[in-house]
């Protein structure tokens, strides 16, 4: 694990995006990573996104930390992790 990258427990369900979105800080920045429900349950299963997240959480964190690490940012600054 990068020790550079610190994952927040600040996680929730945006509806409109249809995504989970939480934050990491690196080099004292906050950064938003986000994960799609439809991308969650391909990679995991189904269920309550949330509850869903939180089991797989350091899968997720370590494939948002290679998102990261890769500078995959979008135009709005989120790191969307995908299959």
Same mark, same amino acid.
Request: proline fraction near 1%.
């Given at each position: 694990m $990068? +020790?550079? %990258?610190?994952?927040?427990? @600040?996680e929730?369900?945006?509806?409109?995006?249809?995504? %989970?979105?939480f934050?990491?800080?690196? +080099?004292? $920045?906050? #950064?938003?990573?986000?994960?799609?429900i !439809?991308?969650?349950?391909?990679?995991?299963?189904?269920?309550?996104?949330?509850?869903?997240? $939180?089991?797989?959480?350091?899968? %997720?964190?370590?494939?948002?930390?290679? !998102?990261? $690490?890769?500078?995959? @940012?979008?135009? +709005?600054?989120?790191?969307? #992790?995908?299959?």
């Amino acid at each position: 694990m $990068n +020790q550079a %990258i610190h994952f927040l427990e @600040d996680e929730y369900l945006d509806q409109e995006r249809q995504a %989970i979105i939480f934050s990491a800080l690196s +080099q004292g $920045n906050k #950064l938003a990573c986000g994960l799609s429900i !439809v991308t969650l349950s391909q990679l995991f299963e189904e269920g309550e996104p949330l509850t869903i997240f $939180n089991r797989y959480r350091w899968d %997720i964190e370590e494939m948002a930390e290679k !998102v990261i $690490n890769a500078q995959q @940012d979008d135009a +709005q600054g989120y790191y969307w #992790l995908s299959k």
